[in-house]
């Protein structure tokens, strides 16, 4: 397990969905949280670089939300083996039943998205 911070400024650390229709910066800081989380997982501080004959430092990545909370026992597990019966894949979950600003929900073809959650 490796943790890691965002160090985000007070500016860039934004979440303010009252202002979704206003500015475009409303959501800014998950955005910020999620890059740097995924920059500290592709270039870890242990890592070896590529040059030095190092390959990546990890198979996968999941990120969980830091408001979402597990509904049953031994989900990571159950993630896990969902994650090995589902190779190859680029996007692995269950089909989104959310809001979609954009009215795109054509799925990607392919083993690239797995929807069998």
Same mark, same amino acid.
């Given at each position: 397990?490796?943790?890691?911070?965002a160090?985000?400024?007070?500016?860039?650390?934004r979440?303010?969905?009252?202002?979704?229709? #206003?500015?475009?910066?409303?959501?800014? @800081?998950?955005? #910020?949280?999620?890059?740097a989380? *995924? *920059? *500290?997982?592709?270039?870890?501080?242990?890592?070896?670089?590529?040059?030095?004959? @190092? =390959?990546? /430092?990890?198979?996968?990545?999941?990120?969980?939300?830091?408001d979402?909370?597990?509904?049953?026992?031994?989900?990571? /597990?159950?993630?896990?083996?969902?994650?090995?019966?589902?190779?190859?894949? *680029?996007?692995? =979950?269950?089909?989104?039943?959310?809001?979609?600003?954009?009215?795109?929900?054509?799925?990607?073809? =392919?083993?690239?998205? /797995?929807?069998?959650?």
């Amino acid at each position: 397990m490796f943790v890691d911070t965002a160090s985000l400024s007070r500016s860039d650390d934004r979440y303010e969905p009252l202002m979704q229709n #206003r500015d475009l910066l409303w959501v800014n @800081g998950p955005n #910020r949280q999620f890059e740097a989380a *995924a *920059a *500290a997982v592709l270039k870890p501080p242990w890592a070896v670089p590529p040059s030095a004959g @190092g =390959g990546p /430092a990890y198979d996968l990545f999941y990120l969980m939300e830091p408001d979402s909370i597990p509904w049953r026992d031994k989900w990571l /597990a159950d993630l896990v083996s969902e994650i090995d019966a589902s190779r190859p894949f *680029a996007v692995l =979950g269950s089909k989104y039943h959310g809001f979609n600003s954009l009215n795109t929900c054509s799925p990607m073809p =392919g083993p690239q998205f /797995a929807t069998s959650f």
